[in-house]
């Protein structure tokens, strides 16, 4: 249980097309998705709060605009890179709290992550 | 500044040798704090909780507010145990509770 999926898992695209990430949770709802960046050797690093029903709650530094959330459902997430640049190249997970049951003390469930490569 | 400190890129022990993950942390409120790992090739998750005080697969944290520390220790290290662990920092409350990560330690299980 407390499944959460990633899609695509790779994609490749050229400069200045945008990409969305699906982020799903399989077996439970989910009020609340976490979207982190990971980049070569390094920590991940928070870029926003997704929340069901309302505006996603960004980190300081990230763009809005640049990182577009969705989050329409209880189960599913969506992050739009647009106009993608290869500095945006990097590995993008996702994670989702059990927001009726399983997640106690906060745990978060991940996913397997998206690698993106923009040429 | 919330921060958490993991100084160790990488810590190679041989099997049935003690293992310590170190890691410290900087939060000005009442932190939670967890361990997190990621075996190869597959997803991050979650290993232990310091509000639990639990072990798992022999490992153990204790928190220590005075030194600001959360280590992970394992008596006996096993290959098994070789990947990659996350120490973070729960700040915020209730469902948009956010967590800080360290960098990670890669823990080498050697045979």
């Known amino acids: 249980g407390a499944v959460v999926s990633q899609h695509p898992s790779r994609v490749i695209c050229k400069s200045g097309t945008s990409v969305k990430i699906e982020c799903r949770s399989l077996d439970f709802q989910a009020t609340t998705m976490f979207w982190y960046r990971q980049f070569p050797k390094k920590s991940l690093m928070l870029m926003a709060t997704s929340n069901e029903g309302s505006k996603a709650t960004y980190e300081q530094g990230v763009e809005k605009d640049k990182f577009l959330i969705n989050h329409a459902s209880l189960t599913l997430s969506t992050l739009t890179v647009t106009s993608a640049h290869p500095e945006d190249s990097s590995f993008y997970i996702c994670?989702?709290?059990?927001?009726?049951?399983?997640?106690?003390?906060?745990?978060?469930?991940f996913g397997p992550g998206t690698r993106l490569t923009v040429l | 500044a919330q921060r958490v400190t993991q100084p160790e890129k990488l810590l190679s022990v041989f099997k049935g040798a003690p293992v310590e993950l170190k890691c410290n942390y900087s939060?000005?409120?009442?932190?939670?704090l967890f361990w997190y790992v990621q075996y190869s090739r597959q997803r991050l998750q979650l290993l232990l909780r310091?509000?639990s005080r639990e072990s798992i697969k022999g490992f153990t944290a204790d928190l220590n507010k005075g030194e600001t520390s959360f280590h992970l220790k394992k008596p006996f290290a096993q290959e098994e145990d070789s990947a990659m662990y996350y120490c973070a920092l729960s700040r915020g409350g209730g469902a948009t509770n956010k967590l800080i990560f360290g960098t990670g330690t890669l823990l080498a299980v050697q045979p």
């Open positions: 310091h509000i």
């Open positions: 994670s989702a709290r059990d927001t009726y049951g399983r997640s106690s003390y906060n745990e978060q469930f």
């Open positions: 939060y000005s409120g009442s932190p939670e």
